[in-house]
Each structure stands twice: as C-alpha cells, then as structure tokens.
C-alpha cells in the first residue's frame, strides 16, 4: 500500500543525524507508517525524541512516517492506508470500541503492529490488545543497567545484536510470560539487576502473528536517551520493517527444542575439504566441497531441525538429512541422504528451498517468505517417517515424500560447505525429536492437494503458521499420498469459535467410502485450539490418496490445524535375542555367531580375515522385518548387504551398503517377509575380519 503524504496527524520533523541502511540490506519498497503516541496514564517524556527517530529512520529506509495523538485515525478507510502502526509507550484506555474493531480488522487483514515499552501498559479491558501485544505490563523497578541474553538472532529487529547486549533502560515485569504465544527474541537476565521478578525466563522482546497481521514488541525505550543508541535504532527499524512486511521472520511459538550448535562445536564433524569457522555464535564456511556434520546422534523417527542462515551475493549450500555415517566422505551425504538447497540463484529443482534436485520448492511461496542474500532467514525441517517438509521464516514452501528403497530418513544431519567462492553462514541450529510413531501420518491440513471451498488461513498459534479455514457445509479438501497405515483412529486438531460440526474421512475422492466420523464442538473460541479424536475402519495399509468432507449447520463451521492417523503400535522387540545364529566363520572358538544376538555390547562375533563373510539368524517364523541395527567393533564392513530369506538356503537382498564407517548402522525403512535374516559383508574396512557387537532385527 502506498499513499500520498496526508491525512491525519502531522509529519514531524527531522533533529538528528538519519541512519543508513545496512550495506548488506537492499532497498525496501515503499512503505507508510503510523506513529500514535496517546497516553491515559503516565506520559514518558521520551515520546518526542522517539517520534522523530522514527521519522529519521523512515527517511533514511523507505518509509513515511505520520505521528498522531488523535485517536480519530483509527477507522477502517484510514489505517488501510499504512503498512505497520506503532503504539509509541502509549498508556492507558486509548481507543473506544469503534476504534478498537477498525483497529482489530486491520491487523487480521494483514497489517502490522509494533509496540514500544508502554504499549503493554495500554488497553487492558481490551482482550485482543491483550492478544496482540503479547503481556501486559505488571511493575518495574528504578532505571539501572542490565545484561540482555539475545535469544533468536535471525530476527531483523536481533540480528544485529550479539549473545548479550548490556544498556540502561526502565525495565518491566509483564503479567504474564508470552512465550506460548509468542516467538520470544530477547529476555533479561535478572542476576544482572535488582527488581526483576520473572525469575529465569524474563522475556523482553518478542514478535507474533495475528490471522495475517503482525506483531513485534520490544520492553526497552523508556529514557530519552534510548533513542541515540545505534543498536536500539536498529532494533527499532528491524521491528518496523518485520511489522510491515519488508522482512520476513519465523515468529510461531518455539519450545522444547536442543541446542546442536549456538557457539560451541563440541559434537561436529567435518568430512571432506574445507569447513567452518566458528565467531561470535556464527558458523562461517571456508572452501570445500565438504560437510560439517553433526556426529554425536543419528536421529530416527519425527523431528523438526531448525537453523537461521545468511548467504553472501550469489554463494551456495544446503541443509543434508537423512544420511549414514560419512566418516571423510561427504558424497555418502550426497548419494545416500537429502540435502535442502540453500542457493540465491539456479534451476528451480536446484535453488533455495528444495530437496536438491529431486522437488522444486513452490516457488511463488519461497518468494514470498525469502529473505535476500545479506539477510537472515531461517529453515525448519520437518521430517516424520518418510515425508520431509520444509518451512521457511515460518512459511511452508517443500512438501516432499522419500520414494527410494536405498534412500532412508533416519540417519544424521549436516551443513554443506560448497566452495572457495560460496560463503554462507548458519547460527542456532537446534533439534526436537518429536517421536512420531511409525505407520502414522501426520498432516498439515493447509498441505491440501485439492479443496472445495475451504482455504488455507494464516493463524496464531498453528502449528506451521496456517489452518485450514472458511469450512462451511459441503467443502472438502484432498491430500495425496498420505501414510494411512492401517490406523485404528484419527486425531484433528482443530479451532472453533462457531458452531462445529463433523470431519468425514475418506478415501479414493471426496465420496469414497467414510471410514469414520470425528465431531468438531465449538472449542471456546477462535483461538483456542483442542485435539478431537474417533475411531477409523476399514484403513487400508500403506499410502492413499484422503479426503476431508465436511459437514454441520450454519456458516464459518471450525478450522483444522492438523490431522494424523493414529495406529495401534506394538512394543518394539528384537526378534533376533538369543535366537539361533551361524556363520560362515569365527575367528576363534571366542567368537561364536550367538555372541552377537545375545544383546550383551561386550561380547561379539568376529570372522576369518578375508572377504566375503556372513553372518545369519533363524528368526523361527515369518515375520515382516522393517529395521535392522548392528554395532561393529574396530574391525567392521564398509560394504554389506542385508539379506533374506524364507528357508536359510534362497538368499534376496533387501538393502545394500556401501561407505559404511562402523560404528551404529540402523537401517530403518525396510518392508520384507522373511524367516532369515544374513548381513553378508563384501568389504572389510580392516586388514582383519568382520567383528559385530550387535545384530538386532525389528518388525512384526
């Protein structure tokens, strides 16, 4: 939106030297900002100097800037015409309710909001302001210097900053902790201050989405002299450009998540040339082609892996998952795992956001969440069985499924280090295994494939953004390829501030057979979200194309935020424990084949020295084998295949290794019928035999 330099309010004047935008930041697209600054309560005598930095940094960064106390400015016709609105340490019961539903409109349009100290001290008989700026302030104790801990710093409003940032301001407590709701970018640390009572998690700073709008507060901006520092500045602008939708950022809520990299580089890797250098909290690559990969865990089932990275001009590098152990070699990342493109400028199968040469991203929904190269942005992987989806700065733009028998999703994680001339950089890499558990499928409902009516809906406090909204009776929406597995019931969860109503789930089209019925209630209201659950029959095993249908009575029935198919799971037993093992050698009497079904990690199985060497296991019935695990001891294969058969005597290869690096092999993914299982090692890494610690087989 763009307008004429009019309208309510007056445009103050410029006082103090303007500040540039970073060489590294292109220019923004044009762009309107309205400052309201009208207090009820207290009056904080910094609201002139902080009006007219702002001023200043509009004409130094592509924005207009209107400044207003009137609270006439907000009608619907008005604020239509700004890109962000800051409540400038405003105090008290501002806007009436007439004000207040222009306003509340604006920001589920898609505008955008950003909140100033005192913005939490505002509006409190209000609940969507209470909503919108995230807590509501509390006390504070007197002025004083503190240590603030940055906690995301691929946020425009952050990204400048280091780990600590240490100044004197007024320092609030809210009421509450806005974490849940929240992506929190900074907190205080309260041993560094008197009055803090918070305790350890002290929020400072935070940004959110609201439906399709905006929002980023900051507690700092109390004196006067705030406003001539350059990193508050910063921060100030950063905050506006993410309101207005000039920078993007992942604002969704965060918890639960393991530090793999923040500083310390204790735990990785590197395979092949090159690497990376390791400053301020910042990874910084060097040459290659070669893989820092982080080697202390392989990671199996559910998690989402996030990183925050900044590409230099037209550089290259990527994001691998889903590989075994590399040892030196980053072509077993490349040949056996998955990598995430990261790269400004290629082939649409080859450049930011897809799974490099196999999907494309979508590319107008990368566009659209991109930041350029200079900026930080950042990606979450999300991999559950053999899907992975990739978001980036809180958008989804990957949906992919891993179709290749040789290939499996389980397995380690790395970041590329592509060249001499290709400089990336990566900060706050961080895991959460979310076990999700095997023959369930779980969906982001927005990830239709095909709808009827509903429509994908920006929303606070989704998981990935997004639900699927606008349900009315008779819609539907269809998803492909969809891990059904036979499950006995499906969970949705789902939000509903309307009358409900019923998911139908199909199979085949939107009038295939229902193979169960879930009821939606009204959950209390349009953000409070509630899992609902109903038994499914009839699940064919495997993949299928799923179907949604909807029904009930009235308008605006409910939204889903996700389903999944929920399947009985068994507990996991190692069919192979002490069950009857051969080989085709020992090295002694010492190191007899029932050594290594015996799940002792002391005692092992060794060969002769020379190739080929087998080793097998009677499983003593047919079973449906789907994992097979071995532990080598020094002298292990870095060629093998796992083998089976229905008699011992008629031998089928069920997967194929090459490049193996000892260690844990947990070859996941497998699907064979079989009564016996061999590993038949063609390659020994070592001038000895094959020595195994470990042979499990799973399955049912």
């Known amino acids: 939106m763009r307008r004429l330099l009019a309208g309510v309010g007056a445009v103050i004047a410029l006082t103090v030297p303007m500040l540039q935008a970073s060489a590294a930041q292109a220019a923004d697209a044009p762009y309107d900002v309205l400052v309201f600054s009208k207090t009820a309560g207290f009056r904080h005598d ?20 209107t400044a207003t106390e009137d609270a006439a400015a907000f009608t619907t016709a008005n604020l239509a015409q700004y890109e962000a609105v800051v409540f400038l340490s405003t105090t008290g019961d501002v806007l009436n309710a007439t004000q207040q539903t222009a306003f509340e409109s604006y920001i589920r349009g898609g505008g955008g909001y950003v909140g100033v100290h005192a913005a939490a001290d505002t509006e409190y008989a209000w609940p969507f302001y209470g909503q919108l700026v995230g807590a509501y302030f509390a006390s504070h104790p007197a002025i004083q210097q503190v240590t603030s801990r940055t906690e995301n710093r691929a946020h425009p409003a952050t990204a400048h900053l280091g780990q600590t940032w240490t100044r004197t301001d007024e320092l609030y407590n809210y009421q509450t902790n806005p974490r849940s709701t929240a992506r929190v970018l900074a907190t205080l640390d309260e041993s560094t201050y008197s009055g803090g009572s918070m305790g350890g998690d002290h929020p400072i700073t935070w940004c959110k ?8 507060y900051t507690g700092f901006g109390h004196t006067q002299s705030s406003y001539s520092e350059a990193a508050f500045r910063s921060q100030l602008l950063g905050g506006i450009r993410y309101a207005a939708k000039r920078a993007k950022a ?3 809520p965060e918890s639960g998540y393991t530090t793999l990299y923040n500083g310390s580089t204790t735990g990785w890797s590197q395979a092949g040339p090159g690497g990376f250098t390791s400053t301020d909290a910042t990874l910084n690559s060097t040459g290659g082609m070669g893989l820092y990969w982080y080697s202390t865990k392989q990671y199996t089932g559910g998690y989402s892996l996030k990183a925050d990275w900044k590409l ?40 930011t956001g897809s799974i ?25 992987i999300l991999v559950e069985g053999q899907r992975i989806r990739v978001y980036l700065n809180g958008s989804l733009i990957n949906d992919f499924t891993n179709t290749d028998p040789a290939r499996n999703l389980d397995g380690y994680i790395g970041l590329q280090n592509h060249g001499t001339a290709d400089q990336a950089a990566f900060r706050n890499v961080r895991i959460k295994e979310l076990g999700t558990q095997p023959g369930a499928g779980l969906v982001q409902a927005e990830s239709f494939s095909s709808v009827n009516g509903a429509q994908a809906f920006t929303k606070a406090g989704a998981n990935g953004g997004q639900t ?16 059904v597995g036979g499950a006995t019931s499906l ?11 019923q998911i139908q789930v199909r199979t085949g089209s939107q009038t295939g057979p229902v193979l169960g019925t879930v009821n939606v209630p009204n959950t209390g209201s349009w953000d409070t979200f509630a899992n609902v659950t109903a038994p499914l029959s009839n699940v064919p095993a495997g993949n299928a194309t799923v179907f949604l249908t909807f029904t009930g009575t009235g308008t ?28 085709s050698s020992t090295e002694s009497g010492a190191y007899p084949a029932s050594n290594a079904v015996d799940a002792s990690t002391t005692t092992r199985w060794s060969s002769a020295f020379s190739d080929p060497q087998w080793i097998q296991v009677d499983l003593g019935a047919t079973y449906t084998v789907n994992r097979v695990r071995l532990v080598w001891e020094a002298a292990y294969a870095t060629a093998y295949q796992i083998q089976t058969s229905p008699n011992g005597s008629t031998w089928s290869t069920a997967r194929s290794v090459t490049g193996g690096n000892g260690g844990e092999d947990n070859n996941t993914g497998l699907s064979a019928s079989t009564r016996y299982v061999r590993i038949y090692g063609t390659t020994r890494a070592t001038p000895y035999g094959y020595s195994l610690f470990t042979f499990e087989v799973y399955g049912s």
């Open 312 to 351: 230099t001009g037209d550089s290259n590098s990527g994001i691998f998952v889903g590989f075994p152990n590399p040892g030196t070699d980053p072509n077993v990342a490349i040949n056996q795992g998955y990598e995430v493109q990261i790269d400004a400028s290629d082939t649409a199968d080859r450049t």
């Open 209 to 216: 989405t609201i439906d399709s709008g905006r929002s980023f």
């Open 46 to 65: 910094s609201i002139p100097v902080g009006i007219q930095t702002i001023q200043q940094l509009g004409a130094a960064n592509s924005f207009t800037v």
């Open 468 to 483: 699927l909204g606008y349900i009315d009776p008779g819609d539907w929406a269809g998803y492909t390829n969809v891990n």
């Open 556 to 583: 605006g029935l409910f939204d889903v935020d996700e389903f999944e198919f929920v399947t009985t799971q068994q507990p996991s037993t190692n069919l192979a424990l002490n069950k009857p093992a051969t080989a």
């Open 491 to 501: 969970r949705a969860r789902v939000v509903s501030g309307g009358p409900g109503g």
């Open 356 to 380: 490099y040469s196999f999907k494309s991203a979508d590319i107008a929904a990368r566009d659209a969440a991109l930041n350029p190269p200079g900026e930080w942005n950042t990606y979450e």
């Open 250 to 252: 992942d604002c969704r």
